[in-house]
């Protein structure tokens, strides 16, 4: 059976359920503010025990980091995903799931060719991105400055 492209498409959109938009849109916003409002009481937690907002703030990101690693690793996180969609993608939470999900699926291939090799599959584009972005834009910055 020969399909063109917007045949294909059409037939697609033909036996594909509609999805639940409000609903949706409203597991997203509910657990995106959840993760949000935990990491603001984490923050304040750790402001109370003596870090600064910087400290205070840079211990969150890891504790939301580990948290997201560890139910990915459980086979959690994901669930919560299925549910919330972007809610769970959005905050830095997403990012560690993008992470960690690539080298659980290739963990059979050992820990260096396989989980190791794949940690950095999302994670490698990312900091190469942000570290060339942040140089070009340093050495902008400084030849604007010596103008």
Same mark, same amino acid.
């Given at each position: 059976?020969?399909?063109?492209?917007?045949?294909?498409?059409?037939?697609?959109?033909?036996?594909?359920?509609?999805?639940?938009?409000?609903?949706?849109?409203?597991?997203?916003?509910?657990?995106?503010?959840?993760?949000?409002?935990?990491?603001?009481?984490?923050?304040?937690?750790?402001?109370?025990?003596?870090?600064?907002?910087?400290? $205070? =703030?840079?211990? !969150?990101? %890891?504790?939301?980091?580990?948290? *997201?690693?560890?139910?990915?690793?459980?086979? /959690?996180?994901? &669930?919560?995903?299925?549910? $919330? =969609?972007?809610? !769970?993608? %959005?905050?830095?939470?997403?990012? *560690?799931?993008?992470?960690?999900?690539?080298? /659980?699926?290739? &963990?059979?291939?050992?820990?260096?060719?396989?989980?190791?090799?794949?940690?950095?599959?999302?994670?490698?584009?990312?900091?190469?991105?942000?570290?060339?972005?942040?140089?070009?834009?340093?050495?902008?910055?400084?030849?604007?400055?010596?103008?």
């Amino acid at each position: 059976m020969d399909m063109t492209d917007r045949d294909y498409g059409k037939l697609v959109n033909e036996r594909s359920k509609p999805s639940p938009l409000g609903k949706n849109i409203l597991w997203a916003f509910l657990v995106g503010g959840g993760i949000c409002t935990i990491g603001q009481g984490l923050t304040q937690l750790f402001q109370q025990y003596g870090l600064d907002q910087d400290q $205070a =703030g840079t211990a !969150t990101s %890891v504790t939301l980091i580990l948290a *997201a690693a560890l139910l990915t690793g459980l086979g /959690l996180f994901d &669930k919560l995903a299925k549910r $919330a =969609g972007a809610g !769970t993608l %959005v905050p830095i939470t997403g990012f *560690a799931n993008a992470m960690v999900s690539p080298a /659980l699926e290739f &963990k059979s291939e050992g820990l260096i060719t396989g989980t190791a090799a794949k940690l950095f599959t999302v994670a490698g584009p990312v900091l190469v991105f942000g570290i060339s972005a942040s140089v070009i834009y340093g050495l902008i910055l400084c030849l604007l400055k010596s103008f």
